[in-house]
């Protein structure tokens, strides 16, 4: 496993992130695919094994049962002080308000059965609230060492900067990393949003890199449970299935050159594209011993504008 630090923060994470919205009790009407805390669990344990040390849930995620497991697991299988661990705040009563925050950090702990998480991240941006009551609430639990580094998710590039500016004028934490969608077949984002990242050195940690398996097969849609259920993945990608499969067969042509996986192929060109930690959910164990082969893997600048050539402007998914 290769490491690599979370922009300005300290946090040192693996260039892989575990993605545990697969983690949760699948009757909590989030998802019916999650897997249960003997499963999730194994998944941990797995990801450990290969050097992984970044794990991503949310407190929405199976109505909070996803950062129960997952702190279940880290006690049970390392010391807090080797993880980073990741949560986020939105998807719940009061948004990003002062109130909301401050109520659902502590239950985040509480579930997660620690004292403090590594990077505390915004889920979505919140018109309701003022940004600088958001940010001074976050920065609040900066300083009362709840959270060590504060990480936003899917928004508009102007609002991100606008949230970095207030940071920076009243002197409070600003943000450290940025977890959009981005993969070979969603790229808005490399207009606006991930060029304010890099000019400010937030770390791009993406959801998605896979396009929900579409990118790490020649089968569009899986036999598989989640394939089949998953409705947001299907409002995100099949819309475009007629000209983005065209992308699918050239990470497949790419794969026979390097001699590795569709997988590989598609998060080796996330880190040609400067990403630090693409989040990678899984059900299976098999799953994270495939993604980290893309590691070994280089695609040339020529490698990278063949698989580039392809896409086309896509509605915007993602920022509210």
Not at 106 to 131: A, C, M
Not at 254 to 261: F, L, R, S, V
Not at 271 to 300: H, Q, R, W
């Amino acid at each position: 496993m290769k490491y690599s630090k979370l922009g300005k923060s300290d946090l040192q994470v693996s260039r892989l992130c575990v993605g545990c919205m697969s983690f949760g009790d699948p009757d909590s009407n989030f998802h019916s695919w999650t897997l249960n805390a003997d499963e999730s669990e194994e998944l941990v344990k797995r990801a450990l094994d290969l050097g992984i040390n970044f794990f991503d849930t949310a407190n929405v995620y199976s109505s909070g049962t996803s950062e129960e497991y997952l702190g279940r697991a880290i006690k049970n299988n390392v010391a807090r002080d080797k993880v980073v661990l990741a949560t986020k705040v939105y998807f719940n009563e009061g948004k990003l308000t002062k109130e909301a925050i401050h109520r659902e950090i502590d239950g985040s702990l509480k579930r997660l059965g620690t004292d403090y998480v590594d990077l505390y991240i915004i889920h979505r941006f919140d018109y309701d609230t003022q940004i600088e009551e958001t940010m001074e609430a976050l920065d609040s639990l900066v300083k009362a060492g709840k959270v060590k580094a504060l990480g936003a998710s899917a928004m508009y590039g102007y609002q991100f900067y606008n949230m970095q500016l207030v940071a920076k004028e009243n002197g409070w934490t600003p943000f450290t990393s940025m977890q959009n969608r981005y993969n070979l077949l969603y790229r808005e984002d490399e207009r606006e949003l991930i060029p304010i990242c890099k000019q400010h050195n937030v770390a791009l940690t993406p959801y998605s890199p896979l396009a929900a398996g579409r990118l790490s097969r020649l089968e569009w849609s899986a036999d598989t449970k989640r394939s089949q259920t998953d409705k947001t993945a299907v409002s995100k990608y099949d819309s475009t299935v007629e000209t983005d499969y065209n992308i699918v067969l050239r990470v497949n042509e790419m794969a026979k050159k390097h001699n590795g996986t569709m997988t590989q192929i598609a998060l080796a060109w996330q880190y040609a594209k400067g990403v630090t930690s693409p989040i990678i959910g899984a059900t299976k164990a098999k799953y994270f011993d495939d993604a980290v082969g893309a590691l070994e893997i280089k695609l040339t600048d020529e490698d990278v504008a063949y698989l580039d050539e392809l896409y086309l402007p896509h509605k915007i998914v993602g920022a509210i």
